[in-house]
């Protein structure tokens, strides 16, 4: 989705500019902006599919009647480096070294679990993992509210609307709490009912359009912090 793209891009450069201006920059914010930047450039990789199939394969002919021939393989990769990515991003926010082990354990098991799944299961080329987005979920919102345990019980409360770690919070909150459901439920749906692929684009459209959006405010408002802090 074109919209998409460019909102990430933007994000992305936004995320590049705060990062070489913030010489207090942390890894994880670092690692997050180059995160960023393989997002969009999943988004444009992934419109092959589409383009193939609405072209009839005029274009991207070479994909036709193979494995590639839908994107799913590229997706389920990059949602897995998704999770581990939100993850490790909280994780490095929090100060118990208990909790931070804890999440280390559970990510490492999530990770070796779910390329378990797709062996088995045998789906990575043809669908996505409800297993996968489930427990990736849960982990990755379990990580938040670690953090935001930790926001509420010390100082960082009372700066928390110039804290970048919070506006990725809300994001990825809404991002996962909203679009997990739609994936595993699209399953049950007809895809070849116009109503229901109408209704499942507009979800992840503006899903997607909010969640880069509040990442780019959050850039913006610590960009105006003079001191980074």
């Known amino acids: 989705m074109i919209p998409v793209t460019v909102l990430v891009l933007f994000s992305a450069i936004l995320g590049w500019y705060y990062i070489h201006a913030n010489k207090k920059a942390e890894p994880a914010t670092k690692y997050f902006v180059y995160f960023l930047l393989l997002t969009a450039l999943v988004e444009i990789i992934g419109a092959y599919a589409p383009i193939a199939y609405f072209s009839d394969y005029k274009y991207f002919s070479f994909v036709e009647g193979t494995v590639f021939d839908e994107n799913y393989w590229l997706y389920n990769a990059y949602t897995l480096i998704s999770y581990f990515i939100y993850v490790s991003y909280f994780k ?39 297993y996968g987005d489930i427990v990736g979920t849960f982990l990755v919102l379990l990580s938040i509210s670690l953090y935001y345990y930790q926001l509420l019980t010390s100082d960082e409360i009372l700066k928390f609307n110039t804290s970048l770690p919070f506006y990725i919070s809300i994001g990825a909150i809404l991002l996962h709490l909203v679009l997990t459901p739609v994936f595993i439920y699209s399953g049950y749906f007809d895809s070849e009912s116009p109503e229901f692929v109408e209704l499942y684009k507009r979800i992840i459209l503006f899903t997607n359009l909010l969640v880069y959006l509040l990442y780019s405010i959050g850039f913006i408002i610590c960009l105006r912090k003079k001191d980074f802090s």
């Open 92 to 130: 490095w926010h929090i100060e118990s070294r208990f909790q931070r082990n804890l999440l280390t354990l559970l990510l490492i098991l999530f990770i070796v679990s779910q390329i378990i799944e797709f062996s088995i299961s045998g789906n990575y080329f043809d669908g996505y993992s409800s």
